[in-house]
Structure formats: structure tokens, C-alpha cells
């Protein structure tokens, strides 16, 4: 569809809904908010879990030109829980499901020149629309918090294209499909299809249609395409792919584009295949959630939290635990080839017959919208940790099947000897022994079959050891190596088609499921996206070649434990040299117990100083291939030197709402960071941007992290962060922003 402007600015929101909000009222009463925004903004722990349960009102007027012979459609692509639609007092309709976009025709209650919008959001987190019903592992929020976007159409108008296509080798034939809204009478159109890579043309294909009243899908004639380069993980090679419905003139009546790629995936019982190679899947589950505002963040943060997985920790895989997430994260997955395992929505619970309608409803707005990314590789049609309902899940699998057969299914289980509907068998594998060192059921004592299946380990570890940001080196330390055996037993068997580890980064949650603060510390990263120890074993797994890794899970210290030693260091150096104090220096080489790692931790064990003699600090060097390539020293007298500040970005867009992540890390004279200092800092900010947030923010595990959004008043100019600590060695710092105009409607 052709987009005619962002809605996305200019709201304004009251807390309630008043039947005399639909037809008018005094509108000014109510906040100015932009979207993607938050019912209500909570404090970082120790909140009541129903303090976003409402019901509330968004209102918005609009321009409109003449609309003799257009469509006026309106597209809301996240509201979290459910609304009803009114424009200018007229209802247009209502939607259930916190993640599934909706589009309305709003063409009969419309007017040229002035119109006014109003939504009826409800945010509690009602029983009839998943993943609701009983206790959930994450926070529901509430709010208008993806795009918001107005079409105005000809009379016949894509409403998605499903660029279909089959691939012998790297040979592709296209099949698209397209599925068109159209009003007035039957008629005959040219439907032009066409592929781009990196600008130039590749294929084009015309096709004469036949275009019916009503809403309809029309599979177009298959065209060869010839030779294509894959997308792979490796080299995510992208397409842009058009579909143009002409008259006979040769006059555009609607334009649909979008990128698409090529790959084929193939499951076996020995392993996933994509493009016929077997591909070990390692990722990480990923909530979409964020500190004090949930999920109301826009496209530089989702984007981040992809560049993160991938960059950062080199993981080929994320599940979007548990419900369909942002376009701008699944874009930004195409681009850097990390693959996704996306689910409909759910936690635990089946309910009625109206709550089943929504499953439905979720699962045709997963397949058909997200059709198109080539990331996506598994779609999840099990609601997760249900137990077993074959009526449902067999309905669910026939269904998206019968919109996508070109990729595997799977669903998530928390029990043993499930029934097998899908084409993957996902467990969540918590078990170990005491001590952690004996992880993983066998593919057949989690299946409970001795056939053997494609076998996925959906979850593991995050949830038998949760870790705080400030807990003990020694819990942080065997957090990573539980990460390390987990893995390596992954990787040293083909029953396992891969594992995915529980969980990036730490939520908000329900009281049943949290350290009674509402924080769930299951995650690799913090709630900020600040690395514990755990993340650097992932991403100590990458090639040094783009960039080496040296992180002791040690404050290098004789500390509290008075011995040093032993300690893992997560590195993916050949070998390092290690020097404790006055002790001798020492060469440690990778462990041999984590078998299948590219590169396993190294075990620091010796230490020739006694206790009781003074400590004179410490030195670790990382070597690749005979070449020293990452040093850390360490103080015989460690003190706080510096606090680094780290913006994400220094140029935002100010037409629209942009945020950027800020992280503050408290440093000793050798640049370590001081994992047990607790200082605040104070945040205040001047220029055309707000803290998202308090304005005094606590470290934890040494860091202390935020992020900032522009005003979106559509003013270019600088903008400034200024940061203070009540320690007077500590100069305050101001970081500049600089704010651009992305030249997007709004």
C-alpha cells in the first residue's frame, strides 16, 4: 500500500474513557503524548504489577484531502491490550492481541479537511486474549507503542504481497501471491512484479488480473528468475522485491514493496539445514521490554537489541520469546543474517473458545505479515509451556502450514513426552545436578521416544541460577560456565539441533516469577543491555579476528576469598599469560572440559604468594597466533579514576520519537570496571530532548545506565546529557546530541 502519513505524533492521552470522549469534550485535558508511548511509566523494581491494568483514551485529529473515488485505511501495528476504534464518533471497529497489527477501513466515517480519532485502550490483562488466563513469566504494559500509520488508496489496493518462490540450488523461480482489497466494480489489471539487488534490476514479470469485489488472494503465474545470491547467516544477501498494479493506461494504482531473501531450510533428525548446509542454531530467547517504559521504544533500540545478538555476541539465532515482535527488529535480523524462531503469543494457558479465536487470529497475523523476512526461519504455533492439546495445535499447524509450507513449525514444551504435531520437538531444558555440571535431558529422554526427531533445546540455564548485576564473582562466574557446559554439549551432538539460552537480558515480571522485586534475573545482560560475565562467553566464541575477548570472571583480586585463584577467563586467545602479584608469570591454555566450543574459558588455577604478603597487582595477556593482542592490569591499590560515558548515538531524529541508550561505568587508574562500586549518578538534560526515567540512577554491577528520547518538535539543533557523581575526583561530563530531521512524514 501506498503510505500516505505516520500518525505517530500529536496524541493526546487521559488516563480512563468517558462515553463523551467519542463524540468530543475537551480534548486539550488530555497529556500530549507521541507513540510510541506507555500508559504508565514504572519505577525500575518494587512496583504493584497491576499499575498498567487500565483502561485509557488516545485521541488524535487529522487531515484529510478530497476522497471521492479513495480508501482512507489506518494501520495500528502494537496496543497493548485491546480497543475499540472511533472516528468522528462513529465506531470503526476493535481489535484484541497486545502484538498482532490491525488494519481498518475507515473510508465511510471520514471526512475531507478535519477528523478526529479516538481509541479505548484496555490494558488489563484479560482472560480471553493470550498469553492471559493464569500466572505469565513477563509484563503486558499497556499503550499505543508501535506505529501508527493512514493510506489513502485507489479503489483497489495490495494489502500484502507474499513474494513466494522456490529454489532448485541457486536457481529461483517466483510465485508470488497477493492479496487485494477492492471496491466497485470487477476489473482488469496488470500486476508488474519486479526484483532489485543493491539498486540495479534483476527480473520483472507482467501478469494480466482479474481483481474482484471484496478481499481476495491472487497467485500470479510463476516467473524463472535464474541465478540468485543466498541469504545465509554469513552474508545475508537481500532483495528488493515490488509488486505494481497498473490500469490499462499504464497508470500506477498501488504499489506494495518490501525486501525479501533467499534461502532454503530443511529439518532432519541429525540437524537444521539452511541452504543445504547443517547450521548448529545458538541464540538467545529475547523479550521486547524495557526499563520504566515496557515496550513503548522505537526503531534505534529495537535495531540495537539485534546488533547486540549478533555483533556483540555472535550468536546465528534469537526465539522471540513469547509473542511476535517489532518489524524494525525483524529488518534489522534480515540485515545482519541472525535467524529467528518467532512464536504466536502465550504462557501456560489455554482458554475458551473466544480465547482460541484470538490464537487464530494471532497465527494468520504472524505467517502473513512477517512472510516476507527471510531471517525467520521456525514459526512457533504452540502456545508456550502448554501442555498437550492436539485439537488446537494440530488446527494451528494445519493453518500455518497451509499459508507457509516453506518453513518448519515448532512449538515450546516444559514436560517430557509431548506429542510431536510440528516438525520440531522444542524443550525447555532445565535439568542438571547439583552442582551444575551434568546439564541437558538426551533428545530421547526429553521426547520421550526412541525415534529420533529434530530435537531444539528452547530454553536452558537462565532459570535454575538467576544473577543479579551485583551478586558474588563466584555466581556471576558459574552463571557464564553453566552457559559454557550447556553449549558445549550442544555442539558436541547432532540430536541436538541447537540451543537457545534463557535469556538475554532481565525483565520486569509478575511477583510469582521475580526476587520479590518484579525482576526476573535470568539474563545475560542486564535490564539495561549491560553485559554480565555470561555475555562474554558467548561472545568469546567469535573468530579473533573480529576482535579479540579477555574477560577474567574475577575482580583479579585477593578480595574476600583471600586466594585469587582459580578463575575462568573467557577469551578466544590461543593461550594467555597470567601474572599474579610477585608470583611467576604463568601460560594457561583453553579448558578441555567444553568440548564443541570454538573457543572454551581458560582455568587460571595457580598462585605462588601467600596470603599474607602484600599484593602488587596483576597482568593478563591474551596471544593469537604468537602475538600478544589484549592486556589487563590490575592495581595493587584499585581505586575509583574515572567514569566512562558511552552514548550508543550522538545524532538523533527529531521528527520523530528517537532514543539512545547512555552507559556510565565507574573505572579504576587500569580502565577495569568496579563491579562492586554502588555510586549513583545524577542525569539532567537540556536542548530538545527528556530522560526516559529517574533523573538518579543507581550502578549496578558497576555501571549505571539510560536512555534519552527527542521531543519530536521537527527542529534540527544539539541537545545536551549532563552527568555528575557526588565524588569530587570525578569531573561532571556532558555528552552532545546532535538532532537531524529524518524527512519521514509525521
Given at each position: 500500500?501506498?503510505?500516505?502519513?505516520?500518525?505517530?505524533?500529536?496524541?493526546?492521552?487521559?488516563?480512563?474513557?468517558?462515553?463523551?470522549?467519542?463524540?468530543?469534550?475537551?480534548?486539550?485535558?488530555?497529556?500530549?503524548?507521541?507513540?510510541?508511548?506507555?500508559?504508565?511509566?514504572?519505577?525500575?523494581?518494587?512496583?504493584?504489577?497491576?499499575?498498567?491494568?487500565?483502561?485509557?483514551?488516545?485521541?488524535?485529529?487529522?487531515?484529510?484531502?478530497?476522497?471521492?473515488?479513495?480508501?482512507?485505511?489506518?494501520?495500528?501495528?502494537?496496543?497493548?491490550?485491546?480497543?475499540?476504534?472511533?472516528?468522528?464518533?462513529?465506531?470503526?471497529?476493535?481489535?484484541?492481541?497486545?502484538?498482532?497489527?490491525?488494519?481498518?477501513?475507515?473510508?465511510?466515517?471520514?471526512?475531507?479537511?478535519?477528523?478526529?480519532?479516538?481509541?479505548?485502550?484496555?490494558?488489563?490483562?484479560?482472560?480471553?486474549?493470550?498469553?492471559?488466563?493464569?500466572?505469565?513469566?513477563?509484563?503486558?504494559?499497556?499503550?499505543?507503542?508501535?506505529?501508527?500509520?493512514?493510506?489513502?488508496?485507489?479503489?483497489?489496493?495490495?494489502?500484502?504481497?507474499?513474494?513466494?518462490?522456490?529454489?532448485?540450488?541457486?536457481?529461483?523461480?517466483?510465485?508470488?501471491?497477493?492479496?487485494?482489497?477492492?471496491?466497485?466494480?470487477?476489473?482488469?489489471?496488470?500486476?508488474?512484479?519486479?526484483?532489485?539487488?543493491?539498486?540495479?534490476?534483476?527480473?520483472?514479470?507482467?501478469?494480466?488480473?482479474?481483481?474482484?469485489?471484496?478481499?481476495?488472494?491472487?497467485?500470479?503465474?510463476?516467473?524463472?528468475?535464474?541465478?540468485?545470491?543466498?541469504?545465509?547467516?554469513?552474508?545475508?544477501?537481500?532483495?528488493?522485491?515490488?509488486?505494481?498494479?497498473?490500469?490499462?493506461?499504464?497508470?500506477?494504482?498501488?504499489?506494495?514493496?518490501?525486501?525479501?531473501?533467499?534461502?532454503?531450510?530443511?529439518?532432519?533428525?541429525?540437524?537444521?539445514?539452511?541452504?543445504?548446509?547443517?547450521?548448529?542454531?545458538?541464540?538467545?530467547?529475547?523479550?521486547?521490554?524495557?526499563?520504566?517504559?515496557?515496550?513503548?521504544?522505537?526503531?534505534?533500540?529495537?535495531?540495537?537489541?539485534?546488533?547486540?545478538?549478533?555483533?556483540?555476541?555472535?550468536?546465528?539465532?534469537?526465539?522471540?520469546?513469547?509473542?511476535?515482535?517489532?518489524?524494525?527488529?525483524?529488518?534489522?535480523?534480515?540485515?545482519?543474517?541472525?535467524?529467528?524462531?518467532?512464536?504466536?503469543?502465550?504462557?501456560?494457558?489455554?482458554?475458551?473458545?473466544?480465547?482460541?479465536?484470538?490464537?487464530?487470529?494471532?497465527?494468520?497475523?504472524?505467517?502473513?505479515?512477517?512472510?516476507?523476512?527471510?531471517?525467520?526461519?521456525?514459526?512457533?504455533?504452540?502456545?508456550?509451556?502448554?501442555?498437550?492439546?492436539?485439537?488446537?495445535?494440530?488446527?494451528?499447524?494445519?493453518?500455518?502450514?497451509?499459508?507457509?509450507?516453506?518453513?518448519?513449525?515448532?512449538?515450546?514444551?516444559?514436560?517430557?513426552?509431548?506429542?510431536?504435531?510440528?516438525?520440531?520437538?522444542?524443550?525447555?531444558?532445565?535439568?542438571?545436578?547439583?552442582?551444575?555440571?551434568?546439564?541437558?535431558?538426551?533428545?530421547?529422554?526429553?521426547?520421550?521416544?526412541?525415534?529420533?526427531?529434530?530435537?531444539?533445546?528452547?530454553?536452558?540455564?537462565?532459570?535454575?541460577?538467576?544473577?543479579?548485576?551485583?551478586?558474588?564473582?563466584?555466581?556471576?562466574?558459574?552463571?557464564?560456565?553453566?552457559?559454557?557446559?550447556?553449549?558445549?554439549?550442544?555442539?558436541?551432538?547432532?540430536?541436538?539441533?541447537?540451543?537457545?539460552?534463557?535469556?538475554?537480558?532481565?525483565?520486569?515480571?509478575?511477583?510469582?516469577?521475580?526476587?520479590?522485586?518484579?525482576?526476573?534475573?535470568?539474563?545475560?545482560?542486564?535490564?539495561?543491555?549491560?553485559?554480565?560475565?555470561?555475555?562474554?562467553?558467548?561472545?568469546?566464541?567469535?573468530?579473533?579476528?573480529?576482535?579479540?575477548?579477555?574477560?577474567?570472571?574475577?575482580?583479579?583480586?585477593?578480595?574476600?576469598?583471600?586466594?585469587?585463584?582459580?578463575?575462568?577467563?573467557?577469551?578466544?586467545?590461543?593461550?594467555?599469560?597470567?601474572?599474579?602479584?610477585?608470583?611467576?608469570?604463568?601460560?594457561?591454555?583453553?579448558?578441555?572440559?567444553?568440548?564443541?566450543?570454538?573457543?572454551?574459558?581458560?582455568?587460571?588455577?595457580?598462585?605462588?604468594?601467600?596470603?599474607?604478603?602484600?599484593?602488587?597487582?596483576?597482568?593478563?595477556?591474551?596471544?593469537?597466533?604468537?602475538?600478544?593482542?589484549?592486556?589487563?592490569?590490575?592495581?595493587?591499590?584499585?581505586?575509583?579514576?574515572?567514569?566512562?560515558?558511552?552514548?550508543?548515538?550522538?545524532?538523533?531524529?527529531?521528527?520523530?520519537?528517537?532514543?539512545?541508550?547512555?552507559?556510565?561505568?565507574?573505572?579504576?587508574?587500569?580502565?577495569?570496571r568496579l563491579y562492586h562500586h554502588m555510586e549513583a549518578v545524577s542525569v539532567s538534560v537540556s536542548g530538545d530532548i527528556e530522560l526516559i526515567g529517574p533523573s538518579l540512577i543507581p550502578s549496578m554491577g558497576g555501571c549505571a545506565a539510560f536512555w534519552v528520547r527527542t521531543c519530536a518538535s521537527g527542529t534540527r539543533g544539539t541537545a545536551g546529557i549532563h552527568i555528575h557523581t557526588s565524588r569530587p575526583e570525578i569531573d561532571g561530563q556532558t555528552v552532545t546530541i546532535r538532532l537531524e530531521l529524518s524527512g519521514q512524514e509525521g
Open positions: 500500500m501506498q503510505k500516505y502519513c505516520n500518525l505517530n505524533l500529536g496524541w493526546r492521552f487521559k488516563e480512563g474513557f468517558k462515553e463523551e470522549y467519542i463524540t468530543g469534550g475537551n480534548d486539550e485535558e488530555g497529556r500530549l503524548v507521541n507513540v510510541p508511548h506507555t500508559v504508565k511509566e514504572i519505577p525500575y523494581d518494587c512496583f504493584d504489577q497491576t499499575m498498567t491494568c487500565m483502561v485509557s483514551t488516545y485521541i488524535r485529529s487529522f487531515r484529510l484531502p478530497d476522497m471521492e473515488g479513495k480508501r482512507a485505511l489506518v494501520s495500528f501495528e502494537g496496543v497493548s491490550a485491546c480497543y475499540d476504534l472511533y472516528i468522528n464518533g462513529h465506531k470503526a471497529g476493535s481489535h484484541k492481541g497486545a502484538y498482532s497489527m490491525a488494519l481498518f477501513d475507515i473510508t465511510e466515517y471520514v471526512t475531507a479537511g478535519g477528523n478526529r480519532m479516538v481509541l479505548c485502550v484496555d490494558s488489563h490483562e484479560r482472560s480471553d486474549i493470550p498469553p492471559n488466563g493464569s500466572t505469565v513469566d513477563f509484563l503486558i504494559y499497556g499503550g499505543i507503542y508501535r506505529d501508527v500509520t493512514l493510506y489513502i488508496q485507489e479503489g483497489t489496493y495490495v494489502k500484502q504481497a507474499l513474494f513466494r518462490y522456490s529454489l532448485d540450488h541457486e536457481t529461483a523461480v517466483m510465485e508470488p501471491e497477493l492479496l487485494i482489497g477492492s471496491h466497485g466494480p470487477k476489473r482488469e489489471l496488470w500486476a508488474v512484479t519486479s526484483l532489485q539487488k543493491d539498486g540495479a534490476p534483476v527480473w520483472e514479470n507482467r501478469q494480466k488480473i482479474q481483481v474482484s469485489p471484496g478481499t481476495g488472494s491472487i497467485s500470479l503465474e510463476p516467473g524463472h528468475v535464474g541465478q540468485v545470491a543466498l541469504w545465509q547467516p554469513e552474508d545475508p544477501q537481500l532483495y528488493q522485491a515490488s509488486v505494481e498494479l497498473q490500469d490499462e493506461d499504464g497508470r500506477c494504482v498501488d504499489r506494495y514493496q518490501t525486501r525479501i531473501g533467499f534461502r532454503t531450510i530443511r529439518v532432519e533428525p541429525d540437524g537444521f539445514y539452511l541452504n543445504g548446509k547443517r547450521t548448529k542454531l545458538i541464540g538467545l530467547n529475547r523479550h521486547q521490554s524495557y526499563p520504566y517504559v515496557g515496550y513503548a521504544m522505537g526503531r534505534r533500540a529495537q535495531e540495537k537489541d539485534a546488533l547486540l545478538l549478533k555483533e556483540f555476541m555472535g550468536l546465528n539465532m534469537v526465539r522471540c520469546s513469547h509473542y511476535m515482535q517489532s518489524r524494525y527488529f525483524l529488518d534489522k535480523c534480515d540485515e545482519l543474517g541472525l535467524m529467528v524462531f518467532e512464536e504466536i503469543p502465550g504462557w501456560g494457558y489455554i482458554g475458551d473458545e473466544e480465547f482460541k479465536k484470538i490464537v487464530f487470529q494471532d497465527l494468520e497475523n504472524m505467517v502473513l505479515g512477517h512472510f516476507n523476512h527471510p531471517g525467520i526461519v521456525i514459526w512457533g504455533t504452540r502456545l508456550n509451556e502448554t501442555t498437550d492439546h492436539d485439537g488446537l495445535y494440530q488446527e494451528t499447524n494445519r493453518r500455518c502450514k497451509a499459508m507457509d509450507s516453506s518453513r518448519p513449525t515448532t512449538g515450546v514444551r516444559w514436560e517430557t513426552g509431548s506429542h510431536l504435531i510440528e516438525d520440531i520437538y522444542s524443550y525447555n531444558d532445565y535439568s542438571e545436578d547439583d552442582k551444575g555440571e551434568h546439564m541437558l535431558l538426551t533428545a530421547h529422554q526429553a521426547t520421550g521416544s526412541t525415534k529420533r526427531m529434530p530435537y531444539l533445546v528452547s530454553e536452558h540455564t537462565g532459570a535454575v541460577l538467576p544473577t543479579k548485576p551485583v551478586d558474588s564473582e563466584e555466581r556471576q562466574e558459574e552463571f557464564a560456565i553453566r552457559h559454557a557446559r550447556a553449549m558445549s554439549k550442544i555442539m558436541t551432538s547432532d540430536q541436538y539441533l541447537g540451543g537457545l539460552g534463557w535469556c538475554m537480558f532481565d525483565y520486569n515480571t509478575h511477583n510469582d516469577h521475580n526476587s520479590v522485586n518484579k525482576v526476573c534475573y535470568h539474563g545475560v545482560l542486564d535490564m539495561f543491555r549491560v553485559p554480565k560475565w555470561a555475555a562474554y562467553l558467548y561472545a568469546s566464541q567469535k573468530s579473533p579476528d573480529k576482535g579479540a575477548v579477555l574477560v577474567p570472571c574475577s575482580m583479579v583480586g585477593r578480595g574476600e576469598r583471600c586466594e585469587p585463584v582459580p578463575f575462568y577467563v573467557l577469551t578466544n586467545c590461543d593461550y594467555i599469560e597470567v601474572t599474579l602479584s610477585n608470583d611467576i608469570t604463568r601460560t594457561y591454555y583453553p579448558s578441555i572440559k567444553f568440548p564443541g566450543l570454538a573457543h572454551p574459558p581458560v582455568l587460571v588455577t595457580e598462585n605462588g604468594e601467600f596470603w599474607q604478603h602484600r599484593w602488587t597487582g596483576a597482568r593478563i595477556v591474551g596471544y593469537v597466533g604468537g602475538q600478544a593482542v589484549a592486556e589487563k592490569r590490575y592495581s595493587d591499590n584499585p581505586r575509583l579514576s574515572q567514569l566512562l560515558v558511552q552514548p550508543d548515538d550522538t545524532v538523533l531524529y527529531n521528527d520523530q520519537v528517537d532514543e539512545t541508550r547512555v552507559v556510565c561505568t565507574f573505572m579504576d587508574e587500569f580502565g577495569n
